[in-house]
């Protein structure tokens, strides 16, 4: 079952901040964020392991709540090279290291002037 | 330089006829997947494999073939095209424990035309 990310599309000044969930009908056992932006690769944001750990990238913090199988995306004092598609992963069937890794529909985030 | 490369980038062809997208890594990667992206429906898994001659299917195989004789290369193989398959397709790489513990890293994608 594809995690559900919300929301779809977000619209931000610089310096404002965002938050983008993604959310699972199953148990997670780790979760994936990417980011995409137009016409290019995904790159890799971070990776969080069940135990509720917060980890950072920049000014880019996520946070994996176990309990709602759910994780967030926090983007602090956005900057316009935030702007693009964010993505976030998790395992099919929420076990561990089976290789099949279904993504969100992703959450387009645009940072304006 | 660390890279997952594909080829072609972008590919224009006709139903039925047979083509194949290479994907190479050189970073001794383990595991290898393939994804394809359609606008609203994010990225989707059509095969991956966890190390050499370790092959499974993802989400939608259905029409695609792949094989691992190499570590380094993971090709995806349309045997007979249709226009369904008509997608921007990626394909990554990591290190072992690809689906959970491992970044994966993405090639810069091949963008399919079927007709």
């Known amino acids: 079952q594809q995690p559900v990310q919300s929301p779809q599309a977000v619209i931000l000044r610089e310096g404002e901040d965002a938050v983008i969930n993604c959310s699972s009908s199953?148990?997670?056992?780790?979760v994936h964020w990417y980011r995409q932006k137009h016409g290019e690769a995904p790159v890799f944001l971070m990776i969080?392991?069940?135990?509720?750990e917060q980890k950072g990238h920049e000014k880019i913090s996520a946070s994996f709540n176990e309990k709602k199988q759910q994780s967030s995306l926090y983007l602090t004092a956005s900057q316009l090279s935030y702007s693009g598609t964010y993505f976030c992963g998790t395992e099919k069937n929420g076990s561990s290291n089976t290789g099949k890794l279904i993504f969100g529909q992703g959450t387009t985030l645009q940072v304006k002037p | 330089e660390a890279q997952v490369t594909q080829n072609p980038r972008y590919l224009i062809t006709v139903t039925g006829k047979k083509l194949t997208v290479t994907c190479s890594q050189n970073m001794n990667h383990e595991y290898m997947s393939w994804y394809r992206q359609d606008p609203g429906l994010g990225l989707r898994q059509i095969y991956y494999?966890?190390?050499?001659?370790?092959?499974d299917k993802g989400d939608v195989p259905e029409g695609y073939k792949v094989s691992r004789k190499e570590k380094r290369n993971f090709p995806l193989i349309l045997e007979s095209p249709s226009p369904n398959q008509t997608s921007l397709y990626f394909c990554?790489?990591?290190?072992?424990?690809?689906?959970?513990?491992?970044?994966?890293?993405f090639g810069d994608g091949t963008r399919l035309s079927i007709l």
């Open positions: 969080l392991l069940k135990g509720g």
């Open positions: 990554a790489s990591s290190l072992v424990g690809g689906g959970s513990y491992q970044p994966q890293h």
């Open positions: 199953k148990a997670l056992y780790s």
């Open positions: 494999s966890m190390n050499v001659e370790v092959t």
